[in-house]
């Protein structure tokens, strides 16, 4: 059963994360963690201008915060956010392709936590971070869906991710929620019954 | 099964690290501390920890490597320019009422916000009466910090911080250009003391009206953190100022009934007792 969601954009990513929080089951109590790069200087506003597309509850991560059912964690502009079991940690090593804070360190310790029970998603981007963090999650058994190249504002980065890793999931942008809430909730009802 | 076994490892090359050459890693944290050694390893062309270990053991030039590798941050002048404007308007008024301030700037790196402090009580008037300790565990990033040169590059973004941050001046009074480097202003370093002091195994060296360690901690685990905590609550004089990084907090402090935030979206606080 999935126990984390990373989630991983760049260019295009402040049109494509509405749409994805929008189509989340509220009933949904994984957590999830996401990378959307942005400038160095920007404090809470992605969290502000989140918060109307969801019910869950949506938090700048804090050093070592618990990670928590039912919440969304933004990583904090210019920190990178690091999985460490079951919390998160920040740190100021040096950016990672350019980028702090960076989706390959996002996924890579995700998968390190977690494995097979880390989902990676990968949205539209104009650069090619991730790639290498997707292909560690996949290759430690998680699952990675990557928004369709052909539908994303930015190719790049889904396209990246598709050319190294065999990805489980190519969906549109809309269908990426729902499909998170079958994985998330499905393993649920089918341990209950 | 690989990640248990690296695990172990790294355990054993802390250890004897520690118990060699007295730098203890051991409760640094761990997601952290694996990709840094994850890159030293690829950098010394190692295939595994143990041989890393051997290395090092048994030779202090490698030491030096590790070490750097395992310590350096990258920050920049005047980062969170609105923690140095609240700074500014919050604690300079505070400091104003003392004769004598003792600042401690604890894990200080190479030196940016060390001279970004240096630059805000010398626009306000009151860095004569000031003294900076600015402490890192690490000799060569010491050095570097005393060195005061940076890539002539950054000036751009640090202008714009320090503009942010409430500068008063132009920022290109306080450095010289040479061969694309920034050399600052021989007078910021005037009050500043520049020392080595391990956070993890050295201990309190005099009373502070204000503690900064921002962005040190997140490379702690809690055991560690609460230590420093300790240390940080016994060097601060009543009603003196910790000033802690953005994301930081004292949730895991024991102390924390015993500060007040000054500014609390800064990570500004005052001990109350």
Known sequence: ?193 | MKNDLEEIEIQLLLEGIYQYYGFDFRNYARSSLHRRIRKILADENLPYISDLQARILHDPACLQRFLLGITVNVTSMFRDPSFFLAFRQRVVPLLRTYPYVRIWHAGCSQGQEVYSMAILLQEEGIYDRCRIYATDANETVLKQAENAIYPLELMQQYTQLYLQAGGKQSFSEYYTAAYGNAILRHSLKQNIIFSQHNLATDRSFNEFHVILCRNVLIYFNADLQKHVHYLFHESLCMLGILALGRQESLRLSPFQSHYEPIANREKIYRRLH
């Open chain 1, 1 to 193: 059963m999935p126990q984390l969601i990373v989630i991983g954009t760049s260019l295009g990513g402040l049109t494509a994360l509405p749409v994805l929080l929008q189509t989340l089951s509220p009933a949904l109590s994984t957590p999830i963690a996401i990378v959307q790069h942005r400038h160095r200087d920007s404090r809470s506003g992605l969290l502000d201008f989140l918060q109307p597309y969801t019910t869950l509850s949506l938090r700048e991560v804090e050093d070592k915060d618990p990670i928590q059912p039912r919440t969304i964690y933004l990583a904090p502009a210019d920190y990178h956010l690091l999985v460490e079991s079951h919390q998160f940690a920040l740190s100021i090593d040096e950016p990672v392709s350019f980028a702090r804070p960076s989706i390959d360190v996002l996924f890579e310790t995700a998968a390190e936590s977690f494995g097979k029970e880390a989902i990676g998603v990968i949205l539209t981007g104009a650069n090619q971070d991730g790639a290498q963090g997707a292909a560690t999650l996949k290759a430690q058994g998680g699952t990675v869906i990557i928004q369709d190249p052909t539908t994303a504002e930015s190719p790049i980065m889904p396209a990246a991710v598709q050319a190294n890793t065999s990805v489980d999931w190519v969906l549109p942008l809309t269908q990426i929620g729902s499909c998170l809430n079958h994985l998330c909730l499905a393993t649920r009802k089918s341990r209950s019954s």
